[in-house]
């Protein structure tokens, strides 16, 4: 008898309107061992900072000495939480959640937290990433019994979590971050204890911080998240590692031997607020050094320098700062737009672009014109822009990317097209830059990027096809 199995993708079909890669997830924790002031609060204040990385979901579940309470779903963290319910709540930890589905169908089954009861107490999980052995190990949990409620490939690592559970909670944690493979940083409540991991290889992001003048720890995909509740960098979590967080205080722990790092690159091109931390490099300072790098690669007159926002905008000033050439806000970006929806027809899609960015004349208007994104996936949106500068006057328009060309799909957390949709895997530099009918096009060079980032300790398989981990499910 046949049976039907739920698959991970490890990509969504695009809409017309994408032309960026999609953002992954954010997680967010904090924990004392006394009652923390707006605990739930503060927490919504963590994933407000880092609701860039998902909009169709958050969560949120608060720990008050091992009895957990979660709140969750659809839609933005302002649209799902009501602030003045949420500082009545009372705990001394909370994790939070928000979602981009990578893996998993978007509803409210799949919004995290997770959560489910085991023999080691109440478990509370966030992940951000994506496992590539997420079908094999389901079909086999199910085999053995285990039940599911979502498509999502976090719920793989709850049930391996409660088979474990016999060994201990630190034994079974360890045995579960060895058996699964791919990107994972996590966060997880079970009874009265905060725990963070982080995948051997370190390709999701996780740091550590502490509020000030407390002893509240404070764990987040990104360190502006840290900033908003007042909390100071401490370090990043290593790859490989796990933090146990109680009443005794903070252990860390290796689980894995992490024999080199890869780091998504793409986190410091565009998934990032430029105000973050990464693993000790500050996420403006690179995107600044793409820009001026590009200016370098291929010089071009030109009179003025703009950026796409908002990605596209600090590359674009390290362009000009290099160049002298001057810059200028040459598109507006309309801050009420909302991020994907589908329209009907070719004509109202195009329109779509007009509602979301809007060129300024007269600062194109019979000009030069440098444009810079952070990205090229499908190409659609930079022949859209383009037209949209000629429209408005500009002259020539050159456009510069603040990153390698993008030729395959990403395996660990990122909504990238199928590598039959991107247009770098297709045609040549000189084809794509006829077909989005740009002056002259000019991406950064991958031994750049390496040379921005302080080596190669970074996966770039979306550039190269060259992956960290080679035992991949493709589906």
């Known amino acids: ?3 039907d199995k739920i698959k991970f993708y490890p990509t969504k079909p695009s809409t017309e309107l994408s032309d960026k890669m999609e953002e992954e997830c954010g997680v967010f924790a904090l924990y004392d061992s006394k009652p923390i002031d707006n605990v739930a609060y503060l927490a919504y204040c963590g994933l407000f900072s880092l609701q860039h990385r998902g909009q169709e979901s958050a969560g949120i579940t608060i720990a008050n000495h091992g009895h957990l309470d979660t709140f969750k779903g659809m839609g933005l963290v302002s649209e799902v939480f009501n602030t003045d319910e949420l500082v009545h709540k009372i705990g001394n930890a909370a994790i939070g959640h928000v979602r981009y589905s990578t893996t998993g169908s978007s509803n409210l089954a799949n919004a995290q937290p997770l959560f489910a009861q085991s023999v080691m107490g109440a478990i509370a999980l966030a992940h951000n990433g994506n496992l590539i052995n997420a079908n094999r190990l389901r079909n086999e949990l199910e085999l053995d019994g285990a039940i599911f409620q979502t498509s999502s490939d976090s719920e793989v690592i709850l049930n ?3 088979k474990r559970a016999r060994l201990g909670l630190q034994q079974a944690i360890s045995d579960t971050c060895n058996t699964i493979r791919g990107a994972f940083a996590l966060v997880m409540l ?6 963070a991991v982080r995948d051997p290889l370190g390709i999701r992001p996780l740091c550590l911080g502490k509020i000030r003048g407390s002893e509240t720890h404070v764990l987040a995909s990104e360190s502006c998240a840290l900033d908003i509740v007042g909390a100071d960098l401490i370090r990043s979590i290593e790859p490989g590692e796990m933090l146990i967080i109680d009443e005794t205080g903070l252990n860390s722990y290796r689980y894995a ?4 790092r890869a780091s998504c690159s793409f986190e410091y091109i565009y ?5 973050s931390i990464l693993d000790g490099l500050d996420v403006y300072h690179v995107r600044e050094s793409a820009g001026r790098c590009l200016f370098h690669q291929k010089p071009v007159e030109a009179d003025v320098v703009i950026g796409v926002p908002d990605s596209g905008v600090v590359a674009a000033i390290g362009y000009s700062e290099e160049s002298k050439i001057p810059y200028s806000m040459g598109l507006v970006r309309s801050k009420y737009m909302g991020r994907s929806f589908i329209l009907p027809d070719q004509k109202l899609r195009e329109q779509a672009v007009k509602l979301k960015l809007n060129p300024m004349r007269h600062v194109v208007a019979g000009k030069r014109v440098i444009l810079v ?9 930079a022949k859209k822009l383009i037209q949209l500068l000629r429209e408005a006057g500009a002259k020539e328009v050159h456009f510069r990317l603040a990153s390698p060309m993008v030729k395959s799909e990403c395996f660990f957390g990122v909504d990238i097209s199928s590598k039959e949709e991107l247009i770098a895997s297709k045609l040549s530099v000189d084809e794509i830059c006829k077909v989005i009918n740009a002056d002259s096009l000019d991406f950064l060079s991958l031994d750049n990027q390496r040379k921005i980032l302080g080596g190669d300790q970074y ?4 550039f190269t096809a060259n992956y960290p981990l080679d035992d991949i499910e493709r589906v």
């Open 190 to 195: 079970i009874g009265n204890k905060l725990i």
């Open 373 to 381: 994104d952070d990205s090229l996936v499908r190409g659609t949106t």
């Open 160 to 162: 391996l979590l409660a």
């Open 257 to 260: 031997k992490n024999t080199h």
């Open 271 to 275: 998934f990032s607020r430029p105000d």
């Open 459 to 462: 996966c770039d398989g979306c």
């Open 1 to 3: 008898m046949q049976t």
